[in-house]
Structure formats: structure tokens, C-alpha cells
């Protein structure tokens, strides 16, 4: 009787990975990559604004953030998926790439980091002389809505362009990091390009950053109102996120091929990679463990027939 090998998921990401020698790295050292690449990510996407006052063009910012979300990805990507915003990790968690647990712990990572990088440039403020209200200063970063909005955007609209925004940039990350995509070494550039283009729209109308830790991580270093406005720019992102990670969910099930599963062969699903850790699949399956027995019965006896029957034709049987 032939006993299928087990498909496993490799959670191994890189150029070297593939190969069943690699080890997923510890859940510390992905929370560290997580925290430093949040952190990254706040120095650039709110420092690069509140050193260019008073210029009112948002592209700068936007550029400045983007390329920040790919240089991060191109180098913490390979440890911990490069998720670096909460709205990317709730849509994985959706999706099934990773365990909610680890997308709890992954989310707290980003918020310590993105804290950090806030605390870091408010220190600098504090250090100006030509800056005499450091929280003042945060406020022309700090996603708002109604009078806190540059064009005065109600809070539906601020809504909407999150949910939007936050579905899109998910659905982005998830389709280029899927197992199947031919463009996975391209993801960070995607997800970067397309996290630029958003936050120009975003920064027009409300600083809407369509990433909960960079919105908290504004919020607490500026004055009162921010915190009171803070939860759109966590239930609207997390909600899109939502929608995209259930998306790719349905993808994921329609695409599953017809071999032995994680739970036939007792793997848990949630040790399947997130993020940029998709892209590191090996699932090793034997012949056997796909073809139906009989099928492999009947092939094995053919052979034998036609020895038979070439014995008969030459005399050697009567």
C-alpha cells in the first residue's frame, strides 16, 4: 500500500529559499523586522513632510513613503513577510496566510515601531528653534477629517477613500506575493508604486495614510483632536483589508489542486508564509500520491499481456 507524502508549506522566503533546507525564522526576530520597518517607514513618510513646511505639494511625501515601503520589504521582507501596516497583516490573517495570533503580535510590532519613529522626529522638533509648538507642527501630518481635513472632507468621504484605498493596497500585496505569480520577485516595487500613488490622493484630502500605526503614530504626538479622530483611520482601513484578504480567500480556494491537503496530512495552515514568504513554496508530492491505485493496477499489467501475447505468436506457447 502507498502511503502519500505530506504536501508541506514551506514559510522560507529569498532567493535561496525553495530549496527544503531553509528554516522560517522565530517569531522574534519577524516582530523585530516588523517594528524596524515600521519604524523606517513613519521617518520617512512623516519626516520628509514636516521638513518641507510650508510646501503644499503632497507628491514629495508620497514618493518619500513609497520608496520607504519598498526599501523596507527589499530588506526585512525576507524575515517577516514585509508587512509593516496592520491593514496588510488583518488582510493576510483573512486571506489564511498567517495564524491570527501571529498577525496580533505582528500588528503590536508596528505600532511599538511606528511609535518610535514618531517619538524620534518629535525629538528633533523640539530641538528646532524656529519651531516653537512641536505638536502644532505634527498637526499638518495627522489625518483629520471635517475642519482637520485640508479640503474640508466630511467623514463619509474620508471613509470611503480608506476602505478604498486600504482594499486596494492589500489586494495589490496579496496578488503579487501569490504562490502562482511570476512577478513575485517584483512585489516590493508594486506594493511601494502603488502605495505612492494612493497616499497622493490620500495626503490631498485628509492625510488619510491608509496604515493604522502611521496614523496612531501621529495622532498621539499632536494636539487633542487627533486622538478624538482617530478610529476612521483604523475601522476603514481594516475593514478594506478585510474585503481584499476575502477576495484572495476565494482565490486561493478556487485554484486548490486536487492533492492531498495541510489537514489530511496533519500540517496546520497557518504555518503557511505571509506576505513575501508565499513566494518560498515546496510541495513535494511522488507520482503515487496522485495517481488513483487502479489506474497504477491497470499500467502495471499491461506489460505482462503483451509478453503473453508475443510468446503465442512466436510458437513459444500453445
Not at 532567493?15 to 523585530?32: E, H, I, K, Q, T
Not at 512641536?134 to 466630511?154: N, W, Y
Not at 484605498?165 to 506575493?177: E, P
Not at 502611521?214 to 475601522?235: D, K, M, Y
Amino acid at each position: 500500500m502507498t502511503t502519500p507524502v505530506p504536501v508541506h508549506h514551506d514559510s522560507a522566503s529569498g532567493p535561496a529559499a525553495g530549496n527544503g533546507a531553509d528554516v522560517r525564522p522565530g517569531l522574534v526576530s519577524r516582530l523585530s523586522a516588523e517594528a524596524f520597518g515600521s519604524l523606517f517607514i513613519v521617518v520617512a513618510g512623516l519626516g520628509v513632510p514636516l521638513f518641507s513646511i510650508p510646501q503644499s505639494s503632497p507628491l514629495p511625501s508620497a514618493l518619500a513613503a513609497g520608496l520607504a515601503v519598498t526599501a523596507a520589504m527589499l530588506a526585512f521582507g525576507y524575515v517577516s513577510g514585509g508587512h509593516f501596516n496592520p491593514a496588510v497583516t488583518v488582510g493576510h490573517a483573512v486571506a489564511g496566510r498567517i495564524r491570527p495570533g501571529d498577525a496580533a503580535a505582528y500588528v503590536a510590532a508596528q505600532l511599538v515601531g511606528a511609535l518610535l519613529g514618531a517619538l524620534a522626529l518629535f525629538g528633533i522638533l523640539r530641538t528646532l528653534p524656529g519651531i516653537p509648538d512641536s505638536r502644532t507642527a505634527f498637526d499638518t501630518v495627522t489625518a483629520g477629517f471635517g475642519e482637520h481635513s485640508i479640503i474640508q472632507a466630511p467623514l463619509a468621504a474620508v471613509l470611503l477613500l480608506e476602505v478604498l484605498g486600504a482594499a486596494i493596497l492589500v489586494a495589490v500585496f496579496l496578488g503579487t506575493t501569490a504562490r502562482n505569480n511570476l512577478n513575485k520577485p517584483a512585489a516590493a516595487v508594486a506594493v511601494g508604486l502603488a502605495f505612492a500613488v494612493l497616499l497622493q490622493l490620500g495626503l490631498a484630502v485628509g492625510n488619510a495614510p491608509f496604515n493604522p500605526a502611521r496614523a496612531t503614530a501621529s495622532a498621539v504626538f499632536s494636539s487633542s483632536w487627533s486622538l478624538e479622530q482617530l478610529w476612521p483611520f483604523w475601522v476603514a482601513p481594516l475593514v478594506g483589508a478585510g474585503i481584499a484578504g476575502l477576495v484572495f480567500r476565494g482565490f486561493a480556494t478556487a485554484d486548490a489542486p486536487a492533492v492531498p491537503t495541510a489537514d489530511s496530512a496533519g500540517v496546520d495552515e497557518g504555518d503557511d508564509a505571509e506576505g513575501l514568504e508565499d513566494t518560498a513554496t515546496s510541495d513535494a508530492v511522488t507520482p503515487d500520491a496522485v495517481t488513483p491505485r487502479a489506474t497504477r493496477t491497470a499500467a502495471a499489467e499491461v506489460p505482462a499481456r503483451r509478453d503473453e501475447a508475443q510468446e503465442f505468436f512466436d510458437g513459444k506457447r500453445s
